[in-house]
């Protein structure tokens, strides 16, 4: 065997050879497989636009398509036409708007 | 696919189990590996391998269990090229044309070799190779890579690796046995 072959061998033996890591590393390096496994933190913005995005479509349907609905569960308001002292107020406050025809 | 690949799955899959089988089975050899890339140099190394380990759990996803690639080896050439790279800009290697032989090794270095201790007076005559050759040397008697795989690893040609490998063989045949080179 020759010295280069030699070297070679002694170069090929020692590679089976291993070294422990130390357990900082090791503790280390599962700290990152926990970080990347684990799912990213969703943003609070984001799910109060996921929560809130429906449910604000909801209210527009509801308040176009059922005014009666949303009327009669709101006591405060009223689409009844105002009796003879109500339009008489108002004349007082705003003026009555004449019609020359 | 290999256990290795079925471990990585199920990593991915998100058993908390996989990460630390993995790394007790394949950390230990790229523990060794870097280090005699780096000469020894233990932080270096560390930095390295958890460099290395962390590309690995991204890649965890989309790795493809039936390719050709086997974790352990794909593991070692992101090593390598973590290692050449850190050298390189770290602006320790000597330019090939300029690299000298290390000087001769302090006397004991055979007699610590007879004695057991081969490990130890390889490392410190791997150690005291210059980063180029003790690369190449390492990844081609070490690991295995074929000449053309180290030069694309290392930037350079062919020529330059086989010159780099047989350099650093005279070189540690002269720090392991200094009477009979």
Known sequence: MTEDDRIAALLADAARETAPLPDGLRAAILADAAQVAAPPPRRAWLA???????AAAAGLWLGLAQPALVLQLMPGLSVQPPDDTEVALLDDVFGRWEDDG | MDDDAR???????GDPTAA??????????????????????RAAAEDIVQETFLRLWKKAGDWDPGGAAQVSTWLGRVAANLAIDRARKAGRETPLDDAVDP?????????????????????????????????AVVLRHMEG???PDIAAMMGCGVEAVES??????????????????
Do not use: C, H, I, W
Not at chain 2, 164 to 181: D, G, H, I, Q, S
């Open chain 2, 145 to 147: 890579y074929s000449n």
């Open chain 2, 7 to 13: 471990t990585l799955a199920r990593m991915a899959d």
């Open chain 2, 103 to 135: 000087a001769d090794p302090a006397p004991g270095a055979l007699e610590r070799l007879v004695a057991g201790e081969r490990r130890t007076a390889l490392d410190a005559a791997l150690a005291r190779l210059p980063d180029r050759q003790r690369q």
């Open chain 2, 164 to 181: 780099l490998t047989a350099r650093a063989k005279r070189a540690l045949a002269k720090m392991l046995n200094p009477e009979e080179v």
């Open chain 1, 48 to 54: 109060g636009l996921v929560a809130g995005l429906p």
């Open chain 2, 20 to 41: 630390a089988a993995l790394v007790d089975r394949l950390g230990p050899r790229l523990m060794a590996f870097v280090l005699r890339l780096t000469g020894g140099d």
